[in-house]
C-alpha cells in the first residue's frame, strides 16, 4: 500500500507521462481490487469492505469522514437502494484507513479546464486517470467529492452484496438466482431468508460484476432522509472525537512555538510540575506536552512553564506580509489558465474600470478543537482515536513519528465536530501518540485550547487582487484579473507528502478564471508570493477569494455600465451556460429582484461555480438603529443530480453562514511573527439572531445525465461578494477589502 512521504515527486511525473502517452502504467494495479480490511467477528459478516450483515440490521462502512455534512447519510442511501433494506435497519460507521476506501471523486479535480464547460460534455472513461486515487490510496474527505466518489462505488457494493445474498438462498433451494427477489432485509422465494441467515455462505459468492438498478427504482436517492446521526447529535449522545474516554486515561495539552516553524530554545517545567494533578512535561522540539489527571489542569499547567521561543522565517506582521504578498505582481504569472481574446487590445480603447481588493488569512475555527486520543501498547503499537480527514496519511505519519510499522498502528476515525479542511493535516494525532509514548501503556487524550487550535492552524492565504475591466454600450467587453497570493497547495502538499505537483497552480486562480461569463476579451493571472506562513485548504479554497475579488468587480463594472448588476450578468452568461443563467433567473424570481427595493434596504447579487456547481445567492440587509442587520438571503444551485435535497439545501445554508461570517469579521493577523487572535472573541462567527432568513431553491439541469456535483463547500465563495454588494446598495460605499466589519457597523 503507497505510503504518502513515499509518492515522490519522480512518481508522480512517470504517472502523469503514463496517462498523457496513454500507456499500461501499472496495469495490475489499474485493475487490481483492494483487499477487504475488514476483519469477521461473532455475529457480522462483512460481505465487502462496505457492508456488514448483524443479526440485527445492516452495517454500511463509509469511506468518508462525517464533519456534520451528512455525507454518511446520502452513501448509506446508495447502499440500500441496491441492497433492498428499510431504512431503519442501516447503521452506519467509518472504515478503518485501507486503499478499499479511496476516493475516486478527486479524479473531478484533475484538469486545469473550467468545470462548467466539462458539465457540459458526455463522461469520458480513462482507466490510468481513474485508477490515481487508487493507486495513491488518496482515502481523503474534501473538495467536495464525497458523494461523487462514493455514487457508483457504494451503489456497486450493495449490489454485489445483494446478488451474493441472493446466490446462496438459490445453491439452498436449488433455483437459479433471478428467480428470487430482495425486500426488507430478505431474499424471497418459495422460502424467505434473512440477510443475516445466508450471510455465512454467501462471503464467497460475491459476483465480480453486478448490474444497477435504473434509477426509476430508487427509494431513498433523490429524497431528503432522516439523517442518520440527528438523534444522536440532537441528544448529546453522539461520540466525538473529543468524548473519548478510556479507563486509567489520562489528559494533555500542548503549547508549541506561536512563532510557526521556529524552535525552542529552552524551556523549565517546574513551576507546572508543582501544581497538583500534573504528571509530566513533555519536550516536543518546537514545544512542550503537559500531561495531568484532567484537561483544565493541563491547560493551567501549560502555561506555568517558562519557554523561550526561537524566530519563524516569515515577516513579523501583517502589513510586512501583505507588502510580499504585493511584490509577487512584479514577478511572472505562475498561470494563466485563460486567456480569451485580445485583453490589452481592448483595454487599450480607454473608459477603462480599475479596482483592488485585500483579504486577510483565515482560521479553519471547528466548534470541536483538534484533538487526539492514543494508547501506546507494551509491544510497541499503538491505538489512535482522531477525527482526521485523510486515514492513511494520518496512520503513516504516526508510524512514522513513533518509527514503527503501520500495520502496528490502529487508527479509529470518529465523527468530527467541524472540519473544513481542517482536519487534513495528521498534527494531532502524531502529537497524541509522540505524548503517549512518554507513558506507555496509559491512554493519553491530548486536546487543545481553543487558543492553540486557533495559534496552530493552517490558514487559508491572504491575497491581493487588481482587476481591470471595460464597458461598451451598456456592455462588459473585456476583463483582465490578477491575484497574488502563496500557494495554498504548494505549502500543503509539500507539508504533506513532501512535493507539490508541477505546472500551474489552479488553487490559486479557482473562482476566477473559470466563470462562465462570456467575454470576448477575459483574462486572468496567478502570482505567487514567497511567504512561509503555514497554509491549508479552507472550505472551497481558491474559489472563497477569488469569488469576492471576481463578484465585487463584476458589479462595479455593472454599474459603471448604469445596468442592473443581475441582468448584467445574466446578459454575460445566458450564451456560455445556461443552466448558470438558469440559475441567476431563479434567484431574481425568488428574491423579487426587480420590484423589491425599500427605503433602508439593500440587495446584493453574487454567483460562482465551483466543486461542479453553480450557486447564485442574494442578499438582503437593513440599515437599523443598532447597525447593520442581515435579514433575508436567497440561495439556488444546481449539483446536477442532488442525491439528497435535504443536505444539499442544508450544506448551501451553512456554508453561506460560514462565507458570512469570514466576511463579517474574519481575520487572522501577525504581530512580533504571532497570531494575534486567540479565541472567538477575536475571531467571531455569526451568531443565530445575527444571521439572515433563508429561501433555498435545489435544480437539477446542470451537466449531461448522472453529473454530480460538489455541494459542501459552493455556497462558500458568493456569499462575501453578495454582502458587499448589498452594502455597497445600501450606503454608496464600495468595500474591497475584508472583513467587513473594519468599515460598517453590524448589529451584534
Known amino acids: 500500500m503507497a505510503s504518502w512521504k513515499t509518492i515522490t515527486r519522480r512518481s508522480f511525473i512517470v504517472l502523469g507521462a503514463s496517462v498523457v502517452g496513454g500507456a499500461a502504467f501499472g496495469a495490475y494495479k489499474v485493475a487490481e481490487v483492494p483487499a477487504n480490511p475488514l476483519v469477521p467477528v461473532p455475529g457480522s459478516t462483512p460481505l465487502n469492505p462496505w457492508v456488514i450483515i448483524n443479526a440485527d440490521g445492516i452495517t454500511v462502512i463509509a469511506?468518508?469522514?462525517?464533519?456534520?455534512?451528512?455525507?454518511?447519510?446520502?452513501?448509506?442511501?446508495?447502499v440500500s437502494e441496491e441492497l433492498d433494506v428499510a431504512w431503519e435497519q442501516v447503521r452506519v460507521l467509518h472504515g478503518p484507513p485501507?486503499?478499499?476506501?479511496?476516493?475516486?471523486?478527486?479524479?473531478?479535480?484533475?484538469?486545469?479546464?473550467?468545470?462548467?464547460?466539462?458539465?457540459?460534455r458526455?463522461?469520458?472513461?480513462?482507466?490510468?486517470?481513474?485508477?490515481?486515487?487508487?493507486i495513491f490510496s488518496l482515502q481523503m474527505t474534501g473538495g467536495s467529492t464525497g458523494a461523487i466518489g462514493g455514487f457508483v462505488q457504494m451503489r456497486l457494493a450493495g449490489a454485489g452484496a445483494r446478488e451474493a445474498l441472493k446466490?446462496?438462498?438459490?445453491?439452498?433451494?436449488?433455483?437459479?438466482?433471478?428467480?428470487?427477489?430482495?425486500?426488507?432485509?430478505?431474499?424471497?422465494?418459495?422460502q424467505t431468508f434473512t440477510y443475516a441467515e445466508l450471510a455465512a455462505e454467501a462471503v464467497s459468492l460475491v459476483p465480480d460484476d453486478v448490474?444497477?438498478?435504473?434509477?426509476?427504482?430508487?427509494?431513498?436517492?433523490?429524497?431528503?432522509?432522516?439523517?442518520?446521526?440527528?438523534?444522536?447529535?440532537?441528544?448529546?449522545?453522539?461520540?466525538f472525537g473529543i468524548d473519548i474516554i478510556l479507563p486509567g486515561m489520562k489528559f494533555a495539552t500542548v503549547r508549541m512555538n506561536p512563532r510557526r516553524g521556529g524552535a525552542m530554545t529552552s524551556f523549565d517545567p517546574a513551576a507546572a510540575l508543582a501544581l497538583p494533578g500534573v504528571d509530566q512535561v513533555v519536550g516536543l522540539g518546537n514545544g512542550i506536552a503537559l500531561i495531568a489527571n484532567n484537561t483544565w489542569t493541563a491547560m493551567q499547567a501549560a502555561q506555568l512553564v517558562d519557554v523561550q521561543w526561537g524566530d519563524a522565517d516569515y515577516p513579523a506582521d501583517t502589513a510586512a506580509m501583505m507588502s510580499r504578498i504585493e511584490a509577487a505582481f512584479t514577478t511572472e504569472p505562475d498561470s494563466r489558465l485563460r486567456d480569451d481574446g485580445d485583453v490589452e487590445v481592448e483595454l487599450a480603447k480607454g473608459d477603462v474600470v480599475e479596482a483592488e481588493y485585500r483579504i486577510p488569512f483565515l482560521a479553519h475555527a471547528s466548534m470541536e478543537p483538534l484533538n487526539a486520543t492514543a494508547w501506546v501498547k507494551p509491544d510497541g503499537a499503538v491505538e489512535v482515536w482522531c477525527g482526521n480527514q485523510a486515514p492513511i496519511m494520518t496512520r503513516d505519519a504516526i508510524a512514522a513519528a513513533l518509527r514503527i510499522g503501520s500495520d502496528k498502528v490502529t487508527l479509529h476515525t470518529p465523527v468530527m465536530g467541524g472540519g473544513f479542511g481542517g482536519r487534513t493535516d495528521p498534527v494531532a494525532a502524531v502529537l497524541a501518540a509522540r505524548i503517549a509514548a512518554a507513558m506507555p501503556d496509559t491512554p493519553v487524550?491530548?486536546?487543545?485550547?481553543?487558543?492553540?487550535?486557533?495559534?496552530?492552524?493552517?490558514?487559508?492565504?491572504?491575497?491581493?487582487?487588481?482587476?481591470?475591466?471595460?464597458?461598451?454600450?451598456?456592455?462588459a467587453t473585456a476583463l483582465w484579473g490578477r491575484t497574488a497570493a502563496p500557494s495554498a497547495t504548494q505549502n500543503a502538499l509539500s507539508r504533506l507528502v513532501g512535493f507539490a505537483p508541477p505546472g500551474p497552480d489552479r488553487a490559486t486562480v479557482e473562482g476566477g478564471f473559470d466563470q462562465p461569463y462570456g467575454l470576448q476579451h477575459y483574462r486572468y493571472d496567478g502570482h505567487l508570493a514567497v511567504l512561509t506562513v503555514p497554509l491549508g485548504f479552507w472550505r472551497s479554497v481558491g474559489n472563497s477569494m477569488n469569488a469576492f475579488f471576481l463578484e465585487s468587480f463584476i458589479d462595479e463594472l455593472a454599474h459603471a455600465a448604469k445596468a442592473d448588476p443581475l441582468a448584467f450578468r445574466l446578459d454575460l452568461m445566458r450564451d456560455s451556460h445556461a443552466p448558470s443563467a438558469l440559475l441567476l433567473e431563479t434567484v431574481r424570481d425568488m428574491s423579487d429582484w426587480n420590484s423589491l427595493k425599500r427605503p433602508g434596504f439593500g440587495r446584493g447579487v453574487a454567483f460562482c461555480y465551483s466543486f461542479g456547481t453553480p450557486v447564485a445567492q442574494v442578499l438582503e440587509v437593513q440599515d437599523t438603529p443598532v447597525?447593520?442587520?442581515?435579514?433575508?438571503?436567497?440561495?439556488?444551485?444546481?449539483?446536477?443530480?442532488?442525491?439528497?435535497?435535504?443536505?444539499?439545501?442544508?450544506?448551501?445554508?451553512?456554508?453561506m453562514i460560514y462565507g458570512l461570517s469570514a466576511a463579517v469579521q474574519g481575520a487572522i493577523t501577525f504581530a512580533d511573527q504571532s497570531v494575534v487572535e486567540q479565541n472567538f472573541p477575536d475571531y467571531e462567527p455569526l451568531r443565530m439572531h445575527t444571521t439572515p432568513r433563508f429561501e433555498v431553491k435545489v435544480l437539477q439541469n446542470n451537466g449531461t445525465f448522472g453529473h454530480i456535483g460538489g455541494v459542501g463547500e459552493p455556497g462558500t465563495p458568493p456569499a462575501a461578494p453578495a454582502l458587499a454588494n448589498a452594502l455597497y446598495d445600501l450606503t454608496g460605499t464600495r468595500a474591497r477589502t475584508l472583513p467587513l466589519n473594519q468599515l460598517f457597523g453590524f448589529t451584534s
Open 167 to 190: 446466490a446462496a438462498a438459490a445453491r439452498r433451494l436449488g433455483v437459479l438466482p433471478e428467480t428470487l427477489k430482495t425486500e426488507g432485509g430478505k431474499v424471497i422465494g418459495e
Open 627 to 655: 447597525g447593520i442587520k442581515l435579514t433575508r438571503a436567497w440561495i439556488a444551485c444546481d449539483p446536477g443530480l442532488a442525491m439528497d435535497p435535504g443536505i444539499v439545501e442544508a450544506q448551501m445554508t451553512g456554508a
Open 122 to 134: 458526455e463522461n469520458s472513461h480513462n482507466a490510468i486517470l481513474a485508477a490515481v486515487p487508487k
Open 98 to 120: 485501507a486503499q478499499a476506501y479511496y476516493n475516486a471523486g478527486f479524479v473531478e479535480r484533475m484538469s486545469n479546464e473550467p468545470d462548467y464547460q466539462l458539465s457540459l
Open 211 to 239: 448490474s444497477l438498478r435504473d434509477p426509476s427504482t430508487w427509494r431513498y436517492v433523490g429524497r431528503a432522509m432522516p439523517r442518520l446521526d440527528m438523534v444522536a447529535k440532537a441528544t448529546g449522545t453522539e461520540t
Open 63 to 78: 469511506p468518508r469522514a462525517e464533519m456534520g455534512q451528512g455525507i454518511s447519510t446520502t452513501l448509506a442511501a446508495l
Open 445 to 475: 487524550k491530548l486536546t487543545y485550547s481553543r487558543e492553540e487550535d486557533m495559534t496552530q492552524d493552517y490558514y487559508r492565504p491572504a491575497a491581493i487582487a487588481r482587476l481591470s475591466g471595460r464597458n461598451e454600450n451598456g456592455k
